[in-house]
């Protein structure tokens, strides 16, 4: 059987893998980005891009293609269902330092299949659907990686491998690598219309998240849909999740009457709160879902997985090129994985402790500090700084 030979190998098109094989790509590097659907999944998950991310993404060609079919959204609120009170955060305020003063709301999908598109057509890239990883193991000089496909098993040897392959990632599991964290009992039900909400519902901003002790929820906006976010209580099953009933009450919830929205989607997802012990060993490293998980509050999963893929690939050009030794992939596994834990697994449980609210005194001191710094320009850029995903690009920076 002949072997193939690549430079580098990345399991995964998700939008971060396929940010990562048109960066290396952009840069010279051979790669091969193989994925076991048959195309670039048609996955609502994602819809925020935060504003360094598009600064990035602008280093690869697509900022201005995703900027013509998202919103612009650079108000969003955090409102209390039970008081009424809003909190409004405008990104705008930070346009002397942001060249895309705004989240991008745009599906994460329209980014992965762009860009598989793009790759198929340059000479250096390979993308194949329908690829599934299945094996890997590395030695001193090379990464060997079998890739099951419909008539057989294809033998692949690389230089570098890259798991980009999701929450499962089974480049993960082959290097052994610990997963610690935690599920969130509850699950996350997920439901899009094309019902103006806005025309019932005063005072909206395209994202809205809106906390409350009984059902907290997030409301926010993609070019054509709504979409609304709610947890799912323990003894309600799938089948009740996905009923016209449990829609209906949903959307009563929010616009005094749901019996007559029609939904487009109606997903539900279980949500984690996970670290990989390293991002790296020897030639292979983890990027995005595959090296992290956290809820969907804030917005910073696939942005994180990008963030991590630039940092990555930067050190991988200049390693590939021979100009640096490939010890600065542990600065990679250091700097990414510090910022995980520091500001998206952090910041994504506050965010879900402010959605789940509360009657306790943590909870009040909580709005109270959101109050002050909504109140307060100094701190509410800080804020605006950490929410925008400044602050953590600029900590890992500081790593070394
Ligand atoms: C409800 C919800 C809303 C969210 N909203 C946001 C948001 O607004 N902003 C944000 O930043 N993040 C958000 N996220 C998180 C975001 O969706 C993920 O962080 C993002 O999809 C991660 O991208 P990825 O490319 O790392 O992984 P994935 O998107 O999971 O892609 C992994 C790819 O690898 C492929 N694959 C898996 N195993 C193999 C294998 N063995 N061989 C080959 N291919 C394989 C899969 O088919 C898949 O295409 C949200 C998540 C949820 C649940």
Redesign the pocket.
């Known amino acids: 059987m002949s072997i193939e030979q690549v430079q580098v190998v990345i399991?995964?098109?998700?939008?971060?893998?396929s940010v990562a094989a048109a960066y290396l790509a952009q840069h010279g590097i051979d790669v091969l980005l193989?994925?076991?659907?048959n195309d670039?999944?048609q996955?609502l998950?994602?819809?925020?891009f935060h504003a360094p991310t598009l600064e990035m993404l602008d280093e690869i060609g697509v900022t201005d293609k995703l900027l013509a079919m998202g919103l612009k959204a650079p108000v969003y609120h955090w409102r209390d269902r039970k008081s009424d009170e809003v909190f409004s955060f405008d990104l705008t305020e930070l346009s002397d330092i942001a060249r895309y003063p705004y989240r991008l709301q745009c599906e994460?999908y329209h980014l992965a299949k762009m860009l598989a598109d793009r790759l198929d057509g340059l000479d250096n890239a390979q993308v194949l659907f329908e690829?599934?990883?299945?094996h890997v193991a590395q030695d001193d000089a090379g990464v060997s990686v079998a890739l099951e496909h419909m008539t057989g098993i294809k033998q692949i040897r690389c230089q570098y491998l890259i798991g980009?392959?999701?929450?499962?990632?089974?480049v993960r599991k082959w290097m052994g690598i610990d997963f610690d964290g935690f599920t969130y009992p509850e699950k996350?039900l997920?439901l899009s219309t094309e019902f103006p909400v806005e025309s019932k519902v005063p005072d909206l901003a395209m994202v809205n998240y809106i906390s409350d002790s009984d059902e907290w929820l997030v409301l926010l906006r993609v070019p054509n849909l709504w979409r609304v976010?709610v947890p799912a209580l323990g003894e309600e099953t799938d089948a009740y999740l996905l009923s016209d009933e449990k829609k209906t009450k949903v959307f009563d919830g929010i616009l005094g009457d749901g019996a007559e929205i029609e939904t487009r989607h109606r997903t539900i997802?279980r949500?984690h709160q996970r670290v990989a012990k390293t991002f790296r060993d020897g030639r292979i490293a983890l990027?995005?879902?595959?090296a992290h998980l956290n809820n969907?509050l804030g917005?910073?999963?696939?942005?994180?997985?990008i963030h991590d893929a630039f940092n990555l690939c930067e050190k991988l050009v200049s390693v590939l090129k021979g100009e640096t030794s490939d010890d600065v992939l542990d600065l990679y596994d250091r700097q990414r994985r510090t910022v995980t834990h520091a500001f998206t697994q952090q910041q994504t449980l506050e965010n879900m402790e402010m959605m789940r609210a509360g009657q306790s005194e943590a909870h009040r001191q909580r709005v109270e500090s959101m109050r002050a710094l909504a109140e307060n320009p100094e701190k509410r850029r800080q804020f605006l700084m950490r929410q925008a995903m400044f602050s953590s690009l600029a900590d890992a920076a500081a790593i070394d």
């Not at 399991?11 to 893998?17: D, K, L, T």
């Not at 193989?34 to 659907?37: A, I, K």
């Not at 690829?131 to 299945?134: E, I, L, S, T």
Request: aromatic share 6%; net charge negative; hydrophobic share 40%.
């Open positions: 399991a995964g098109a998700g939008p971060v893998g193989c994925e076991q659907g670039a999944a996955d998950r994602a819809s925020t994460q690829h599934r990883v299945v980009a392959d999701g929450a499962n990632s089974i996350f997920c976010l997802y949500v990027i995005g879902d595959a969907p917005g910073f999963g696939m942005n994180s997985g």
